[in-house]
């Protein structure tokens, strides 16, 4: 059962996996994406500073458009070696990042902004999966970049569960994973509501 909102729910994301997690939850919302330029770095080296940064700039580009409602902002990057991991440019940068990914461990971080208007209080924080992008033979990963899973996602992947043939979440949220960390949203939405009652 989805946490009954006080206010009109927000998603600020044009995500296909965040529409899918909301509504396979129950959530009844409004898309409406911020439409931002994200970073290709995180200046201080720190990928939860670089998450928080970009999720805020989300909600507060769309916080402007929206006079009353709960607005939700996210975002997701992979993190390895210090680099920031993002969306791929092309087909052959895929292919770089998924070799560059293949056996190891990285992290995966999603930035989370709840926003409520008109009051303008916020929750934010910040959660980090570790995963692991299956080590591809070339006739796997040409077959896999066939499939176009890897267009607009960070890593280059998209996790569709826990059983994803290419991609093991080894540690942590698998819905993080896939673009928004569910488990600690439902509890922030929790307290929302409270807030909303009280």
């Known amino acids: ?31 409406m994406p911020a439409h931002i330029d994200e970073p290709k770095d995180a200046t201080d080296g720190d990928c939860r500073h670089y998450v928080h940064d970009v999720a805020w700039r989300k909600a507060a580009a769309t916080a402007r458009r929206v006079a009353d409602g709960l607005i939700l902002a996210a975002d997701t ?22 070799r560059t990914l293949a056996g190891k461990i990285h992290e995966l971080w999603t930035g989370v902004i709840l926003w409520k208007r008109p009051q303008d209080w916020q929750f934010c924080w910040q959660e980090v999966s570790e995963c692991r992008v299956k080590p591809f033979t070339d006739i796997e ?58």
Not at 82 to 98: H, M, N, S
Not at 145 to 151: E, G, H, P
Not at 174 to 180: A, K, P, T, Y
Request: charged share 25%; aromatic share 8%; proline share 5%.
């Open 141 to 198: 990963l040409d077959a896999y970049l066939a499939t176009n899973r890897w267009v607009g996602c960070s890593g280059a992947y998209a996790v569709e569960g826990p059983d994803d043939p290419y991609v093991e979440v080894v540690r942590g949220s698998v819905s993080n994973v896939i673009g928004l960390p569910m488990e600690s949203l439902e509890t922030m939405f929790e307290r929302v509501a409270r807030i909303g009652s009280g």
């Open 1 to 31: 059962m989805p946490v009954a909102l006080p206010c009109r729910l927000i998603l600020a994301s044009a995500s296909r996996d965040r529409r899918k997690l909301l509504a396979q939850a129950g959530y009844i919302f409004d898309t």
């Open 77 to 98: 990057v992979g993190w390895f070696r210090g680099k920031v991991i993002g969306k791929p440019e092309d087909e052959a940068d895929a292919r770089r990042i998924l």
